[in-house]
C-alpha cells in the first residue's frame, strides 16, 4: 500500500455514493412505511461535506470527490479538503410531486379542501 495517504484511507466515500445512500434510505423508509395510518412529508434535506477532491486512480483521468471524516480531515490538513453544501428537494419520480414517506399510492385532489379530516 506505501506511505501514500491518498491511497490509504479505506473509510472515504464518494461523495456520489452517499447521496446514494441518502437516496437508498428514502426508498427504505417510504417501503416501510406502506400502509400505515400517519405519512410524513419529505422536505428539502441539507448536506454539508468535508471532501478531498482526487484524480481517478484507474487511469481515466477524471476526478472524484471522496467525504472525509472529520479525524481524517485533521490529518491532511485544510488545504487539502474543502466543504461542500447542497440541497436536495427530493421528488416522487412518478407523479413530480414531493415525497411522502408511508405513501403506497400516487397522490390525489379526493380530500382537497376537508381541512384533512
Same mark, same amino acid.
Given at each position: 500500500?506505501?506511505?501514500?495517504?491518498?491511497?490509504?484511507?479505506?473509510?472515504?466515500?464518494?461523495?456520489?455514493?452517499?447521496?446514494?445512500?441518502?437516496?437508498?434510505?428514502?426508498?427504505?423508509?417510504?417501503?416501510?412505511?406502506?400502509?400505515?395510518?400517519?405519512?410524513?412529508?419529505?422536505?428539502?434535506?441539507?448536506?454539508?461535506?468535508?471532501?478531498?477532491?482526487? &484524480? /481517478? +486512480?484507474?487511469?481515466? @483521468? #477524471?476526478?472524484?470527490?471522496?467525504?472525509?471524516?472529520?479525524?481524517?480531515?485533521?490529518?491532511? *490538513?485544510?488545504?487539502?479538503?474543502?466543504?461542500?453544501?447542497?440541497?436536495?428537494?427530493? &421528488? /416522487? +419520480?412518478?407523479?413530480? @410531486? #414531493?415525497?411522502?414517506?408511508?405513501?403506497?399510492?400516487?397522490?390525489?385532489?379526493?380530500?382537497? *379542501?376537508?381541512?384533512?379530516?
Amino acid at each position: 500500500m506505501g506511505n501514500d495517504s491518498r491511497h490509504s484511507h479505506l473509510d472515504d466515500i464518494e461523495l456520489a455514493d452517499a447521496v446514494q445512500a441518502v437516496r437508498d434510505g428514502l426508498i427504505s423508509a417510504a417501503a416501510r412505511g406502506a400502509g400505515q395510518e400517519v405519512v410524513f412529508d419529505v422536505g428539502e434535506i441539507a448536506m454539508e461535506f468535508t471532501v478531498e477532491i482526487r &484524480k /481517478d +486512480a484507474k487511469g481515466s @483521468g #477524471g476526478v472524484k470527490a471522496w467525504v472525509v471524516s472529520a479525524d481524517a480531515e485533521a490529518s491532511r *490538513g485544510s488545504t487539502r479538503t474543502h466543504t461542500v453544501s447542497f440541497t436536495l428537494t427530493p &421528488k /416522487d +419520480a412518478r407523479t413530480g @410531486g #414531493g415525497l411522502r414517506v408511508g405513501n403506497q399510492r400516487p397522490g390525489g385532489v379526493s380530500r382537497f *379542501g376537508t381541512g384533512g379530516q
